[in-house]
């Protein structure tokens, strides 16, 4: 479904200074897997979310879904990827503050040209009230609690039924007991066959994971024994 | 319309950022009709005054251009004169189709025989008048009789009168000629046959009586043959009479001309830099707000928008504010002209008129258009700039 070969990332900070926070990575990702991947913050794992979804090209290597080469898309190809194949759940607040919570969640749908017939709303409130936010699809983000916005941001993810959700630190600002909701609630949409990719620097979450990576100054490792939540 | 509802909440959500653009937009867009609207105003007042003279030179007494031409477009009475003998003169010139003299009288200034102070009055020859006879014969379809007068758009009879009395004689308005916004709109217009009654009236009713000198003229107006060169006609007539000019009709009001001349330079060069600065303006607003936005527009790629939809809803918004601001501020420039225009055009010493329903819808396109144009340059280049940030970057700012 997803895979990466022998793929690395550069960034040139300045003329003198290049970083790579992704070298030869290796990776392939199947349907129906929750793969976590793990490490301190600045090991290069938001990178990797970020060439999965096509937001960055790699410098080497490939990175390929269902066999097309995603540094070889355009960007309307791209585009039209991660409209109907990928959600996206940000580690920061990336709802629109001028967007109501039922508006925030249909944005993706605008992009969708092929789909414009479905009852965008119908199907947000749908989504909103499996998350138990139904009461506030008319409220601006800022009137909701941390918690919540991520749910309402899960919701959004899942308006256009993607393939895969890749979650980037989902859990980093929420207390445990939300952190628990949300894991939860990705682990309700992976057992509904939606392939989960995320990343976290808090190894307590590596039991939800059907597969675990470790990655450490850009390279990834295979996690082989997970302790049981 | 997806676009439109997008960037227009995007507006709401940025009050003060869109407050700004709309009211620079607003002010930069009246100040530029108002300023256009002034230059055409007085341009189409003179051609409205020249059209209604009628004729294709003016031949007045040596010396006297500038007051002729003050009478016609302040409507300042001017007392000028010349023989009548002057007028066959003129009419044997080759290429000279038809002439008509015309007499220009004033009433007296704050007088109590007259209703109203410092009338200008031209005295024209029903028999070859080519001024006012077609609007008689259209209007009135008859010549005026004695005790009869025309005014221009702003001569009326007091309240409470039915008569306006001038020198204590009774004249009988008939009528008021279309608006010109020169001098003729505060012009009476009248026959030989009723001067010389007003002068008649005058020996007992005023201290300085009006004279009107049955051998004397003030002007000759000039209508040349068809085909014949207006120039080579107006130059014969200066070489062939002595102690007269003739001022050929297009440059008539040639001293205001030269005037309003400068004056549309200097408001072309406010208005060239009022809109540059604007423009500098709109474009460090849209910067700011496309910078404010960076992680929001990376939100959206993310989520599946294109670049061009990135460029679009930066570029829509722009739109939006500038049809709203400039509609506003053309609406508030347009009805502050019309309400004051009398004081505009007194203050600025031009002739103003109002110019007509389509010229006027034609300027607030053209306004509107310019405004959407402006507008949405100054915010290309933010626009373009944050559709190609990178992403990665953008999300972690």
């Known amino acids: 479904m997803l895979s990466f070969q022998n793929v690395s990332k550069d960034f040139q900070l300045d003329s003198r200074t290049t970083i790579t926070p992704v070298k030869d990575v290796t990776l392939d990702i199947n349907p129906g897997e929750f793969v976590i991947i793990s490490g301190r913050s600045g090991t290069g794992k938001t990178t990797l979310l970020n060439l999965a979804a096509g937001l960055v090209k790699p410098t080497s290597g490939k990175v390929t879904w269902n066999n097309l080469d995603l540094g070889e898309m355009t960007d309307s190809q791209l585009s039209e990827l991660r409209t109907k194949k990928i959600g996206f759940v940000f580690q920061f607040p990336s709802l629109l503050p001028s967007f109501t919570v039922l508006e925030n969640i249909t944005l993706p749908k605008m992009f969708d040209t092929k789909d414009r017939t479905r009852d965008s709303f119908g199907k947000a409130l749908e989504t909103l009230t499996i998350m138990g936010l139904a009461g506030k699809k008319d409220v601006y983000p800022k009137q909701l609690s941390a918690g919540e916005q991520k749910r309402v941001v899960i919701s959004r993810s899942l308006i256009n039924n993607p393939e895969i959700i890749i979650a980037d630190e989902p859990t980093s600002d929420l207390d445990n007991n939300t952190e628990k909701e949300v894991m939860g609630l990705l682990q309700k949409i992976n057992s509904g066959g939606v392939t989960i990719l995320m990343v976290t620097h808090s190894l307590q979450l590596l039991p939800f994971a059907t597969r675990a990576f470790e990655m450490e100054g850009g390279n990834l490792k295979e996690i082989t024994r997970i302790a049981s939540t | ?397």
């Open chain 2, 1 to 397: 319309m997806r676009l439109i509802w997008f960037a227009f909440k995007n507006i709401r959500g940025s009050g003060f950022r869109s407050l700004a653009i709309f009211l620079a937009v607003m002010g930069v867009a009246g100040f530029l009709l108002a300023t256009t609207l002034i230059i055409a105003g007085a341009q189409y007042s003179l051609n409205s005054g020249l059209k209604r003279l009628g004729a294709d030179i003016l031949v007045v007494p040596a010396g006297a251009e500038t007051k002729v031409e003050t009478a016609l477009l302040m409507g300042k009475p001017t007392n000028i004169w010349m023989p009548q003998s002057n007028l066959q003169t003129v009419a044997d010139i080759p290429g000279v189709a038809s002439v008509s003299p015309q007499i220009y009288l004033n009433s007296l200034y704050g007088a109590s025989c007259c209703a109203v102070s410092e009338m200008f009055m031209v005295v024209y020859d029903p028999a070859t008048d080519f001024t006012v006879t077609p609007w008689l014969e259209k209007n009135l379809g008859r010549q005026l009789l004695k005790g009869e007068v025309v005014g221009g758009t702003y001569v009326f009879v007091p309240q409470n009168e039915n008569y306006l009395k001038l020198y204590g004689y009774n004249l009988t308005l008939k009528g008021n000629i279309n608006p010109t916004g020169t001098g003729i709109d505060q012009t009476l217009f009248m026959t030989m046959e009723t001067a010389q009654a007003i002068a008649q009236s005058s020996l007992t009713t005023a201290v300085e009586p009006l004279k009107v000198d049955a051998g004397q003229i003030s002007t000759i107006m000039v209508k040349v043959s068809p085909g014949a060169d207006v120039h080579a006609v107006a130059q014969q007539i200066l070489l062939d009479t002595k102690g007269m000019v003739p001022i050929e009709s297009p440059n008539l009001f040639g001293t205001f001309r030269t005037q309003m001349s400068g004056l549309l330079w200097g408001f072309f060069a406010i208005t060239i830099i009022v809109w540059a600065l604007a423009m500098v303006l709109i474009g460090l607003i849209f910067s700011t707000a496309a910078n404010e936005r960076k992680r929001d527009m990376a939100v959206l790629r993310a989520v599946g928008a294109p670049k061009n939809f990135i460029i679009k809803s930066l570029l829509t918004e722009a739109a939006l504010l500038a049809v709203s601001g400039a509609i506003i501020g053309i609406a508030i420039a347009s009805f502050g002209l019309y309400v004051f225009k009398d004081a505009i055009a007194s203050s600025l010493k031009m002739p103003f008129l109002f110019p007509s329903i389509p010229s006027f819808l034609g300027l607030f396109s053209a306004g509107v258009a310019a405004a959407i144009i402006t507008v949405v340059i100054a915010a290309l280049i933010p626009a373009i700039r944050i559709s190609r940030q990178e992403l990665a970057i953008a999300m972690r700012e």
